[in-house]
């Protein structure tokens, strides 16, 4: 239903008005979700059910937020690294909304301008100075990056001691698969998953180029949490530890 809604809407109304009328379409469908079985923790709604997209994830269907943002949301909520200078990379909207109202310097920044932030900061030269950020936050980043190790020891410079860098990537189980030679988005989907990734990461290999960048590593593995939609996942906290 909520595909099939999303298309007509993209089919029938102009992409300038979806974009800027996007969250008060969002609260028109969301009424048919409308329930008390789960509730999404960043919007507050409560749901009968979330939208399950084809069994990979669920959508909140009055904020956007998938599965991820919505444990990330709660993680940095959580740990309470909300405040200073946060550097946010790539921001799902429904965070970037969120976030510019706290009382904190947000730095939301996308490199490729596929997503609303306020910055294009080029992740292996970040225009500002050693221990400026509190708070980091590199979803879905990684991946994307030619010279990861250079991004790693960019992010590292740039966080403060005692800061946190919250990492997530899609993980590979065996031997991370990176080819350089791999270039066209058909066969980089077809090794790496997507089309613009130049590598799968295993995670014991994205933590040892952490660790060769500087910093600590704690991994947090999470099971489902049904009630706030929330699927199994796998964060890394990077730590820049007091010098
Ligand atoms: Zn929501």
Do not use: W
Request: aromatic residues 12%; hydrophobic residues 30%.
């Amino acid at each position: 239903m909520y595909s099939k809604l999303k298309a007509l809407a993209k089919q029938i109304l102009p992409k300038p008005f979806l974009e800027k009328n996007e969250f008060f379409l969002r609260k028109v469908i969301s009424l048919k979700y409308r329930g008390t079985q789960h509730q999404c923790n960043i919007c507050s709604i409560k749901l009968k059910r979330f939208v399950d997209l084809d069994g990979k994830d669920l959508l909140c269907p009055n904020c956007g937020s998938r599965s991820r943002t919505r444990r990330l949301y709660k993680q940095l909520t959580k740990h309470n690294v909300l405040n200073g200078n946060v550097l946010h990379f790539s921001p799902p909207k429904i965070l970037y909304k969120q976030f510019k109202q706290l009382k904190m310097n947000y730095y939301s920044s996308d490199y490729e301008n596929e997503f609303t932030a306020d910055y294009n900061f080029n992740i292996t030269s970040i225009p500002k100075n050693e221990n400026f950020f509190n708070t980091i936050i590199c979803y879905h980043i990684l991946e994307h990056i030619e010279n990861d190790k250079e991004a790693m020891s960019e992010l590292y410079r740039v966080l403060q001691p005692g800061g946190t860098c919250f990492i997530q990537t899609p993980f590979t189980d065996g031997e991370t698969k990176e080819d350089p030679s791999i270039t066209s988005p058909k066969d980089r989907k077809k090794h790496f998953g997507q089309e613009d990734h130049v590598r799968i990461y295993a995670l014991p290999e994205l933590i040892s180029r952490l660790r060769a960048a500087g910093f600590k590593t704690e991994i947090k593995s999470y099971t489902n949490d049904m009630y706030n939609g929330m699927n199994t996942e796998t964060i890394i906290l990077a730590k820049k530890i007091n010098l």
